[in-house]
């Protein structure tokens, strides 16, 4: 799971489908949605050293979001 020259995780997209799923059936708008995962994943990755699906994020005007 780990790319040790990119030093990046492999992206598993269909756990990133379940996982978008999960908590857009608990929350109507996906801005909102999108902002659960990213502290999701950064609890995750303080916790067990990796992210929930292994996605890439990057810096937006205003906030943080998937690339």
Do not use: C, W
């Not at 756990?15 to 059936?25: C, D, H, N, P």
């Not at 909102?32 to 005007?61: E, P």
């Amino acid at each position: 799971m780990f790319d040790q020259n990119l030093n990046r995780f492999s992206f598993d997209r269909k756990k990133a489908l379940e996982v978008l799923l999960y908590i857009s059936s608990q929350i109507d708008d996906m801005y909102k949605t999108l902002k659960i995962l990213y502290f999701a994943d950064k609890l995750h990755l303080s916790r067990y050293g990796r992210f929930i699906n292994g996605d890439t994020y990057i810096a937006m005007n205003n906030r943080p979001g998937p690339k």
